[in-house]
DNA sequence: TCTGGGGTCCTAGGACCC
DNA sequence: TCTGGGGTCCTAGGACCC
């Protein structure tokens, strides 16, 4: 458990029901309106307005199930659109980089925790920065936020829950500068179930044992957590007791996995088909990989019919592939995600989804002094730029070296009985690029 | 044939998060 | 129940090693 010596302070900075929000800034006519975005393949509600949850309409509910209530309560329901929110997330995290804390910690779409222990002199209390950046966030996005600001985490996390929940707070709740007994009241009126950490199962359990509300889970030993639930449940105790345990997390770590995968809108028969979304998924994870720098040992592909669709004859596979030298290279994998494609297909089946996994990613070699990057078709150079600017490195009156590999087809292999890669180094060609 | 103590690696499954 | 697409960590158990 890593915990801080001095006292830790923490802002958890959350737009409210973000992609809705994100869709009324473009279109106010939205304001006011029951309104949700819906999943891939319009699948199920992954935004609600206020006015949506009112109406009992649960995260992840099925757009099918909600058909009826949306007539009669004219609900609009939009498609999502990514980019747009990945847009309007970047101008909020830069916002409160520049003006608030350089210690931040980007924890979602559309969440940011923010590290104030240096920040105290700045300001005369926090809830009067909470409300700046409300204002800020709001006049220069035009997106509604809340702030909770705590000891740790997990209590700027529930402040950001009391603030969202009672309008008394304007926005922005404290837990800092609250009382004991005020703390106490908030606290006995939540369920545990809030918490976060604290998911269905847990939650189940917790209840089961008479813990009911966030002040019992406080007031619950934490050695107890442990022997019942583990070590993560233990942290989550001492967190509500303000014991800091989890550190801000300023550089993101890199993926240790990266999925790339998609229901399909209609079932979908033939192999072909399969293997030109497959391909497409392959080249999309490559994509991703390369841009941390990553290289993977293995490929994972899955495939299987609707679940949901009880009376169908159901089928599901998947296959791992290992890829005997570690690559991110667009053409291998994608030849790769196509052949295990091929060895768990079954004809006769109405497939509803498939994807690819990356797994065991590690670096991409920089040994001596030269950069190694494998590339798919028609853009190797331009990756190996891009590579070399995230590392911050240039070339002097360097060579590139371009190879080609011999390896026979990995999936020819088995981990175990790796035969040597023969490379074999055809041209080197002289260039010089500075930035 | 029975018996010791210690370790690693891998996988599957369960829990959680947004 | 006509139903998203990503991720993380922990634990238990088995295979295998000295």
Redesign the pocket.
């Known amino acids: 458990m890593s915990q801080s010596a001095s006292s830790t302070l923490f802002a958890l900075v ?1 737009v409210n029901n ?1 992609y809705v929000s994100c869709e009324r800034v473009f279109n106010p006519g939205l304001e006011n309106r029951p309104v949700v975005v819906l ?6 509600a ?1 935004a609600r307005s206020n006015e949506v949850k009112a109406l009992g309409v649960k ?7 909600l ?1 009826e209530l949306a007539d009669r309560h004219g609900i609009v329901a939009l498609s999502s659109n990514y980019a747009l929110y990945a847009d309007m997330s970047s101008r909020v995290v830069s916002l409160l980089r520049d003006y608030y804390s350089p210690h931040i910690e980007v ?5 940011s925790f923010l590290g104030l222990n240096d920040l105290k002199p700045l300001w005369p209390d926090f809830t009067a920065m909470g409300q700046s950046m409300r204002q800020r966030i709001r006049q220069w996005t035009g997106l509604p936020v809340c702030v909770g600001i705590g000891a740790t985490k997990t209590l700027a ?1 529930l402040a950001n829950h009391i603030a969202k929940k009672n309008p008394r707070f304007n926005g922005v709740c404290d837990l800092s500068s609250t009382t004991q007994a005020e703390t106490d009241r908030l606290f006995d009126a939540i369920d545990a ?1 809030e ?11 917790l209840q089961a044992a008479g813990i009911r509300t966030v002040k019992d889970l406080r007031d619950t030993p934490p050695s107890w957590l ?1 022997s019942r ?4 449940m233990e ?1 989550t105790g001492n967190e509500l007791q303000g014991l800091s345990c989890l550190a801000l997390e300023e550089v993101s ?13 209609q079932p979908v028969h033939a192999l072909s088909d399969l293997s030109e979304v497959l391909a497409g ?1 392959a080249s ?2 490559a994509e ?1 990989l390369r841009s941390q720098n990553g290289v993977c040992h293995a490929i994972h592909v899955f495939i299987h019919t ?6 169908d004859r159901q089928y599901s596979n998947s296959i ?1 592939i290992p890829l005997p030298n570690a690559s991110a290279d667009t053409r291998l994998l994608v030849r790769a995600a196509l052949f295990g494609l091929k060895k768990i297909y079954r004809p006769g089946y109405a497939y ?2 498939t ?1 690819v ?2 797994m065991d990613i590690g670096e991409a070699q920089t040994a001596q002094g030269s950069l190694l990057l494998e590339h798919g078709s028609g853009k190797r150079a331009e990756g190996l730029m891009k590579a070399m600017d995230a590392l911050n490195l240039r070339f002097g009156r360097n060579t590139v070296s371009v190879f080609s590999s011999s390896a026979p087809k990995p999936w020819a292999m088995r ?1 175990e009985a790796m035969s040597p890669c023969y490379t074999t180094r055809w041209a080197e060609v002289p260039v010089a690029y500075s930035r």
């Open positions: 959350d973000f999943s891939n393949n319009d699948g199920c992954v995260m992840g509910a099925p757009w099918f199930q058909k924890y979602s779409i559309d969440e996390k179930g918490v976060w950490g604290v998911g269905r199962r847990i939650r189940a359990h442990r639930f583990g070590v993560v942290r770590p890199p993926r240790k996995q990266i999925i790339s995968s998609r229901s399909f809108g998924h999309h994870a991703k609707n679940p949901y669709q009880k009376q791992v509803k989804k994807g996994m990356l981990r």
